[in-house]
C-alpha cells in the first residue's frame, strides 16, 4: 500500500539526507506555506529517544531486540497519534529521514534478512523514496569531520555491509515499482549540495 504524500529519504550515514530534507522542506513552504513537515526516525518520541541512546553506545542489546525496538518506534511514527499517516491524509507533505528500508539495510547485517522483514511488513510504502547513493569512505569522512561522538553503526566495515544491503533492498523493490506504485529515485550524495537539491526538486510536483 503506498501512503500518498509521504516521501522517503535514505541512504548510509554521512549520505547528506537531512541537509537535501531542510532543503526541500524550506523550498516547499516557499510555494506551499505549512504543508510540507520534516521528520526523522528514530524519532522524537519516548520510543526514539531510547534507540538514540542505544546506537551512541550507552547500552548494548541483541540485534534481534534491536530489530523490535525500530519497529515498535516506527509504528509509533506512523501510527501513533499525529503521526505520518495522520498527517499526509490531512493534506501535509511528510519527508522522513529513513525509515524501514534502513531496518532491512542495517538490522539485516547482523540479524539476518528475515525479522527485519517479518516486523516491517505492515507499514505502508512512501509515494517517493529518494536513494542517496555514496561510497562509505567518502560519507564516513563526513561524519568523521562533524568532530561528534560516533554512533555504533559508524565505522567503515559496518558501513560497507550497509551499503551493500541498501543496493540489495533497492534493487528489488526497483523490479516491483510499476506493481507497487512506489517511485525511486538514486541521488549521487558525492554531487554538490545545491546539485543534488535542484534534482530532488525536479521529482516534486506540489508547486
Same mark, same amino acid.
Request: with cysteine; hydrophobic share 35%; proline share 3%.
Given at each position: ?54 546506537? %551512541? ?5 541483541? @540485534? ?7 519497529? =515498535?518506534? +516506527?509504528? $509509533?511514527? #506512523? ?67 562533524? %568532530? ?5 553503526? @559508524? ?7 550497509? =551499503?551493500? +544491503?541498501? $543496493?540489495? #533492498? ?38
Amino acid at each position: 500500500m503506498i501512503l500518498k504524500n509521504f516521501i522517503v529519504f535514505e541512504g548510509i550515514d554521512g549520505a547528506g539526507t537531512s541537509t537535501q530534507i531542510k532543503k526541500l522542506v524550506e523550498r516547499g513552504n516557499n510555494c506551499a506555506a505549512g504543508r510540507f513537515v520534516a521528520t526523522a526516525e528514530p524519532t522524537t518520541k519516548e520510543t526514539g529517544k531510547f534507540l538514540r541512546k542505544m546506537l %551512541g553506545g550507552e547500552f548494548s542489546v541483541d @540485534e534481534r531486540t534491536n530489530a523490535y525496538l525500530f519497529a =515498535a518506534d +516506527r509504528c $509509533e511514527h #506512523i501510527f501513533g497519534k499525529g503521526g505520518v499517516k495522520e498527517l499526509c491524509e490531512s493534506g501535509k507533505i511528510v519527508v522522513s529521514d529513513r525509515y524501514f528500508f534502513s531496518s532491512m539495510a542495517y538490522q539485516s547485517v547482523s540479524c539476518g534478512d528475515e525479522l527485519p522483514a517479518l516486523l516491517n511488513s505492515p507499514f505502508p510504502l512512501p509515494e517517493i523514496l529518494f536513494y542517496f547513493e555514496i561510497n562509505p569512505e567518502i560519507s564516513l569522512g563526513r561524519v568523521n569531520a562533524r %568532530g561528534e561522538h560516533k554512533e555504533i553503526y @559508524e565505522t567503515l566495515e559496518k558501513q560497507k555491509a550497509i =551499503a551493500a +544491503r541498501y $543496493e540489495k #533492498i533497492i534493487s528489488e523493490y526497483e523490479k516491483t515499482s510499476s506493481q507497487t506504485g512506489m517511485k525511486i529515485i538514486r541521488i549521487n550524495a558525492a554531487d554538490t549540495i545545491e546539485n543534488i537539491a535542484k534534482n530532488i526538486w525536479k521529482h516534486i510536483s506540489c508547486c
